[in-house]
């Protein structure tokens, strides 16, 4: 348990050195233009810093670091006992600087520090471990061929892997692509999101203090451009990408257009949190139902921003969840106390005010609506409870920010139809009172992640793969399944005489 206070932290925050430049072959460097974004805080608009604006010369020089490091072997030829020894120490250190790396993530993207410091942080160091752990542990298949032949399946590394990554959960949602690709001896390009680069940068250098080879783990800090530039590149052999459906579309052209490197897309969702009368515990039900939109500002992709209740229930259940939703009083996010930050820039508050309003014009407001904290500079806004039919447009678009759509219907058959009725997959959740009908609704639901009686449970075991069905995506993150990704499978066919 963290035992720091708000001044605590605001000292450290007043204190912390910032670094802003990418992280290349080994190297901290300026944009070869010399071009720099402006990094500012969401919690106040004070900017932290300005950070390197990557181009064209600096993803090849990334990339070729990252292609010289793959070829010579310095990485992938290791023995896999000894890639898990130079990636623990890599964890190690992000648990060492768990205060320094938590208070960089909450001042970049505005998230509480009790979540970086207890999720964030702990979660990334974890997965780093998780896979080091298991790579050493895993052989190939010797198959059942002809009597004269031996037949060999093996795994081998894909090459350069480029990471590009969203800000919802920075440093986690790096570590979910960086770790299994560099267990399995691949080398790295990572593009951070140009609103949350800093944990990134700061990650970089560690890995080089564990001693990865230079070359091996490379950071290009930008926006769309550098994301773009590396779809493109004929030396990128995979990418893997976190974000909205728009970009992992646009991701699939360069890639078609290019070398057809293997695309892995983890993207958005509407997930439906479906809540039958039979369910026994409706004040536990609306309590998760509050905190499935409500956690990170409802920047969680897999957010259950649709709350699909019984008729029978619908008025009693609201009023518990707009109840439960006052626990999310926005607050400074330095403040262990606070649950709820801003969102992450001025760009993601005026979308999610555009979504308010049209909740207005579209439903009944039950709960919130409102810009809070304004007088700070800081992107607050009240945890916010809709009551809508399923076509309206909050009901259908991903918002990605605190606004809950609360549709009411009749039959299992009907919610059912309302959840898979998207063209989203990423997650979904059924409560009720009866295992075989909740299993029954499971199975009809055409999401990547289900939920039963419960919403976000096992997010932190890496043993659950994760990724959507349908536009959400495809692939998956976590588990072993990943490992899919990062690898080429090999026959070697042995005649023996
Ligand atoms: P985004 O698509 O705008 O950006 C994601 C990343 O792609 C950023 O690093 C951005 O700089 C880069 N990028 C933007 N345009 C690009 C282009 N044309 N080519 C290459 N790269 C480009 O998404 P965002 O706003 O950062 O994140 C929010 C989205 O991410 C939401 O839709 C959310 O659901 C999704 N998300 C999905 C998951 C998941 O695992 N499925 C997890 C977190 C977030």
Redesign the pocket.
Known sequence: MNKKTFSDWQDKAAGIEIEGRAFIDGTLRHAHSERTFTCASPIDGRVLTRVADCGEADVDAAVTAARRAFDTQVWAGMNPRDRKAVLLRWAALMREHLDELALLETLDAGKPIGDTTAIDIPAAAHCVEWYAEAIDKMGGEVVPADHHLVGLVTREPVGVVAA??????PLL?AA?KFAPALATGNSVVL?????SPLTAIRVARLAHEAGLPPGVFNVVP??????????LHHGVDCIA????????R??ME?AAQSNLKRVW?????KSANIVLPDYPDLDRAAKAAADAIFFNMG?????GSRLLVHRDIKDAFVAKVAAAARAYEPGHPLDPSVTMGPV?DRI?FERVAAYIDAGRREGRLVTGGARVREETGGFYVEPTVFEVKPDAKIARE?I?GPVLSVIEFDHVDEAVHIANDTEYG?AAAVWSGDLATAHEVARRLRAGTVWINGYNEGADDMNFP???YKQ??NGR?KSLHALEKYTELKSTIVRLR
């Open positions: 590009v990554v969203p800000w919802n959960f949602m979910w593009k951070p999101s140009e609103k930008g926006g769309a451009e550098p994301g773009r530039l590396l779809a990408f976190t974000g909205s459906t728009r970009t992992g646009q991701i360069c897309l983890e993207l958005g969702g920047q969680v992709c897999t957010a992450v993601q991903e990605f990423l994760f990724g959507g959400s995506g993150d």
